[in-house]
């Protein structure tokens, strides 16, 4: 995943990672956007 997004290094990833669940346990209106954006890309898988 690092590869993909500019050659990150894998802690970078993970970093994010931790960032993005911390803000959902904290944030409801983040994790509606979240939500949907989920909803807009599995959509899109099909």
Do not use: C, P, R, W
Not at 7 to 23: D, L, S
Request: charged share 40%.
């Amino acid at each position: 995943m690092g590869n993909y997004f500019g050659n990150k290094k894998h802690t970078t990833v993970i970093f994010a990672i931790k960032k993005i669940n911390e803000e959902l346990k904290k944030d409801d209106q983040f994790k509606s956007f979240l939500d949907i954006l989920m909803e807009k890309i599995k959509k899109a898988k099909k």
